[in-house]
């Protein structure tokens, strides 16, 4: 009875507590709270949990990781009545993308010419402009995709120039795990080039998760992907 109670009540309480940190934040770093939205990366939440947090918060966007796990999820009598748009941040496959790009709203992954045309391919038949961000390596781990900082601004032309049926809205980068300034000084390469391409308040700098969101911050993110800090979280939730 006491995991249903957590895995029921919790997320919305944990959420309440992350607005907290991310107004802190805002206020030590001199920024608008109202610039810097909050993600929340639902993969390995419940449904129990993910109702909780569409039912008592105001909640826009949810990240989805794995294409055929969130169309049940989704599609599910306990979530199909939320109007809440996905964003995709897993890895992009071929034989995927066109229900992806059916059933996303933004695609956060892209970090290829060649997937980038395969998408555009796709989304010509579809009909769809489809709103991608261009995602930035910033690690040497072989199974994290991304561009890196060196070729990114090579890649963002490209695409600008051969894809018309991709809207570029922005950057993602995920940290590595390293120390607070590394961190730091990476988010604020990948700012240099999200200024240097993109200029409009809709534009979407994507850093950030719940163990360095608040560094992404300071560095200028304005799109924070966090999934822990609101589905694994005990404050607020009786443990007795």
């Excluded at 992350?18 to 639902?42: A, G, M, T, W, Y």
């Excluded at 996905?86 to 890895?91: Q, S």
């Excluded at 809207?167 to 080039?193: C, Y």
Aim: proline residues 2%.
């Amino acid at each position: 009875m006491q995991d249903l109670l957590k895995d029921i009540s919790q997320p919305a309480i944990c959420y309440d507590k992350l607005v907290k940190q991310v107004k802190d934040v805002c206020i030590s770093c001199n920024r608008n709270f109202e610039d810097v939205h909050i993600l929340p990366v639902v993969k390995y939440a419940s449904v129990n949990q993910i109702v909780n947090l569409l039912r008592y918060k105001k909640i826009d966007y949810v990240a989805e990781s794995r294409l055929q796990d969130s169309i049940k999820k989704w599609q599910s009598a306990e979530l199909s009545g939320f109007n809440v748009k996905k964003v995709f941040i897993g890895h992009l496959q071929k034989n995927k993308v066109a229900k992806i790009i059916a059933f996303f709203d933004l695609i956060a992954s892209l970090d290829s010419l060649e997937m980038a045309k395969f998408i555009n391919e796709k989304a010509i038949l579809q009909n769809k402009k489809v709103s991608c961000l261009l995602q930035i390596k910033l690690t040497n781990k072989d199974t994290q995709g991304g561009v890196s900082l060196q070729n990114a601004q090579t890649l963002l032309t490209q695409i600008k120039e051969t894809c018309p049926f991709i809207n570029l809205k922005g950057l993602m980068a995920i940290a590595p795990q390293t120390d607070d300034e590394t961190i730091k000084s990476l988010f604020r390469e990948v700012k240099k080039v999200f200024v240097s391409n993109f200029s409009t308040s809709q534009d979407i700098l994507s850093m950030g998760m719940s163990n360095d969101y608040k560094l992404a911050i300071q560095e200028g993110s304005n799109l924070i992907r966090i999934g822990s800090a609101i589905f694994d979280c005990t404050e607020g939730v009786n443990d007795n």
